[in-house]
């Protein structure tokens, strides 16, 4: 059983020890099971590694404060996973990885209405068809 009894009764050593005889393969047992779940949600919410973004890249930075992304440059990649830091030209921070979008001047784009929709975040759209009446 492998827990503490709750009852004062005398019991046996044999008793209180767990039933599972190998637990490595209990462990492993459940690991694949955590992989194995973790396959299919990934699977179905479209999960995907982002491109690696090189020290020096121009991209838009979304900030906490600012509407609009804000342009910057990406100064290195951070120690922690999907992190970079990057800056706006006046402060450093740190971003993750789905914060940060290259460049339209990186992408070619020189038109600057193609600019301004490309960095509208894809959750403003109230913002893009507001600004699409102007």
Known sequence: MGRRPRNLLPSSEDVLKPA??????????????????????????????????????????????????????????????RSYVVSDGRHLYRRNRRHIRQSPERLGNSSPEVNRRLLIHKDDRILQHSADRI
């Open 20 to 81: 599972a005889d190998n637990t490595r393969r209990v462990k492993q047992h459940f690991d694949h099971q955590k992989q194995r779940q973790k396959f299919y949600h990934d699977h179905k919410k479209g999960v995907k590694e982002l491109p690696i973004i090189k020290p020096g890249t121009p991209v838009a930075i979304k900030h906490p404060d600012l509407k609009p992304w804000v342009q910057g440059t990406v100064i290195n990649r951070h120690e922690k996973p």
